[in-house]
């Protein structure tokens, strides 16, 4: 038992988040108890065209804090490509932070 300012033993501080973000768009289905769910995304690459990534499979989904923030992350996956070239799985993660209502996206390495 933690005894102490500060200390919430409910929604622990998990300190910085070391992973590279992006700022997305990302359009959200929102369930019927107020439950978000990403659906597609759009981002600017790094020749600066902006791809649209959908639909999006939410493999799970977890409310942290980072350094006093709280976020929602959501782990993803979603399959591109074509007939031509072949598909592929890319796996990902997605950042909800509800005080400034914006989305981040990080890939998985």
Request: net charge neutral.
């Given at each position: 038992?933690?005894?102490?300012?500060?200390?919430s033993a409910?929604?622990?501080?998990?300190?910085?988040?070391?992973?590279?973000?992006?700022?997305?768009?990302?359009?959200?289905?929102?369930?019927?108890t107020g439950?978000?769910?990403p659906?597609?995304?759009?981002?600017?690459?790094?020749?600066?065209v902006i791809?649209?990534?959908?639909?999006?499979?939410?493999l799970s989904?977890?409310?942290n804090?980072?350094?006093?923030?709280?976020?929602?992350?959501?782990?993803?996956?979603?399959?591109?490509?074509?007939?031509?070239?072949g598909?592929?799985?890319y796996r990902?993660?997605?950042?909800?932070?509800?005080?400034?209502?914006?989305?981040?996206?990080?890939?998985e390495?």
């Amino acid at each position: 038992m933690g005894m102490g300012i500060g200390i919430s033993a409910w929604n622990p501080d998990q300190g910085n988040l070391k992973r590279r973000q992006t700022g997305i768009a990302c359009g959200v289905w929102f369930t019927s108890t107020g439950n978000a769910m990403p659906k597609l995304i759009k981002y600017q690459d790094a020749e600066g065209v902006i791809r649209t990534l959908g639909p999006i499979q939410v493999l799970s989904s977890e409310r942290n804090c980072h350094c006093g923030i709280p976020a929602w992350e959501y782990r993803c996956s979603v399959v591109y490509g074509d007939q031509e070239y072949g598909s592929r799985e890319y796996r990902f993660r997605l950042y909800y932070y509800p005080e400034t209502c914006c989305w981040k996206l990080s890939w998985e390495e």
